[in-house]
């Protein structure tokens, strides 16, 4: 097979994806080294602006983790996480907010309208996008017991009101969304990235939720596991064979699912393009999560 013929065969290949998702959402959360790579921060920049141009809605919700430390950090502002959730006060809230919104979320909006691209940058306090309420974490004691730990200015999605994304979405934009919402008091709140996704994700009733990270995906004794079902992942998480991190991930994976989303996929962030790759080819790359 020549050359020319190999390129015809793999856009043949997306095909019947396209016609798939045609005029579909797909929420995708953006974080890890794809956000800090110059050669991964184009390939993704390039990916979302194709997806648009090809008639796919994409919505993208990011992080900023590095960024935060960073500044924290010069700042002497001391921090903890708590399985894979960060403690915020107010001083660390103030920083959250200012790199999320102020600095982040705009480099991304300059990398994807560099590309092309007709990127607005959002936080959910905008346009009523996200309400929020302080998050109290479940863990569990040394006794055996339930405790509520208190996360300070982190707090979990109590509703969301996406018209302002599809007031954008039908307009040609792409909304670019930083995870940072409002309580019904007025109170700023951080909110995990991955979980900002999975509600966002619900709202729109979106055809795929995908979450980009710095693993192949979920790792099962070292392997990657590329299908898991509902009762898969409960038994893994019991067996602390899902742990830390990717807990929130799998969790507003799950939730995603429970609520009509109808794929959602951990995959591979450092991995140039992988988000076509997920989308546009029968082999995909990462976990695939579905109910059952």
Do not use: W
Request: with cysteine; glycine share 12%.
């Amino acid at each position: 097979m020549n050359h020319q013929s190999e390129k015809i065969n793999h856009i043949l290949e997306a095909l019947p994806y396209l016609i798939k998702y045609s005029g579909k959402t797909i929420v995708i959360k953006y974080g890890g080294a794809a956000m800090v790579e110059e050669e991964l921060k184009a390939s993704f920049a390039e990916d979302i602006v194709l997806l648009k141009y090809l008639g796919i809605n994409p919505v993208v919700v990011h992080g900023g983790g590095p960024e935060i430390n960073s500044l924290i950090k010069s700042l002497n502002l001391n921090t903890q996480f708590i399985r894979g959730h960060r403690v915020t006060d107010e001083a660390t809230m103030e920083v959250v907010e200012m790199v999320l919104t102020g600095k982040v979320n705009k480099q991304i909006v300059s990398l994807i309208q560099e590309k092309g691209g007709k990127p607005v940058g959002l936080s959910g306090k905008d346009g009523g996008l996200a309400l929020a309420e302080k998050y109290l974490m479940e863990v569990e004691g040394e006794d055996g017991k339930t405790q509520k730990v208190d996360l300070g200015l982190v707090g979990e999605i109590t509703s969301v009101d996406p018209n302002i994304i599809l007031t954008l979405q039908r307009e040609g934009f792409i909304p670019i969304i930083s995870p940072v919402a409002m309580s019904k008091e007025g109170q700023t709140l951080n909110i995990n990235a991955d979980t900002m996704a999975g509600a966002i994700a619900q709202a729109l009733h979106a055809d795929k939720l995908i979450l980009l990270t710095d693993t192949p995906g979920i790792l099962i004794d070292g392997k990657l596991v590329t299908g898991l079902k509902k009762v898969d992942i409960h038994a893994y998480i019991k067996s602390g064979q899902i742990s830390g991190g990717m807990i929130p991930k799998v969790e507003c994976c799950l939730g995603a699912i429970d609520s009509g989303v109808k794929r959602a996929h951990i995959i591979d962030g450092r991995v140039p393009h992988s988000v076509l790759i997920e989308i546009l080819t029968n082999q995909g790359i990462g976990s695939l999560i579905e109910q059952g």
